[in-house]
């Protein structure tokens, strides 16, 4: 769900009660959150089970987002891998042709599409309330 905060969207663990806005997203996965989905893609997400790149950890998933861009980025400038300073860049672009067709399927797997939902939240001392417009989505 990192993939949604922006300067409007802030993402909160209701476990811990922290709060997690742009900068939260940056230190936690080295990333903005916009390329969050491009990082799950490229290291793998066991809790999604969405295998990921082989060879591809969290430091060279950061170092390619970082250095280079998202997935269509990285794709369209395979050569540039190479100059990026992390363990194993040299083979990298190989791997990453290797395994685009995965890639990219794990960049759809997980999307999360706009489908018309509306969500409204009110929060106060005595009351939380979550609602969703139901019919709203299911005629989309």
């Known amino acids: 769900m990192a993939q949604l905060v922006n300067e409007h969207v802030t993402l909160i663990n209701t476990m811990t009660n ?53 997935i269509d980025d990285i794709y369209n400038n395979l050569d540039k891998i190479a100059g990026l300073s992390f363990r194993g860049s040299k083979t990298m672009a190989a791997k990453m042709q290797e395994y685009e067709e995965q890639a990219r399927l794990n960049i759809w797997m997980r999307f ?14 005595e009351q939380s309330a979550v609602g969703v417009d139901i019919a709203r989505a299911q005629s989309n």
């Open 18 to 70: 922290q709060a997690m806005d742009i900068e939260g997203v940056k230190t936690k996965f080295g990333i903005p959150p916009e390329l969050v989905i491009d990082f799950l893609a490229l290291k793998g997400d066991k809790v999604d089970n969405i295998p990921g790149v082989p060879g591809v950890g969290d430091k060279s998933a950061q170092a390619l987002l970082n250095g280079i861009g998202g």
């Open 112 to 125: 999360i599409e706009d489908h018309g939902v509306r969500i409204s939240c009110t929060h106060g001392a």
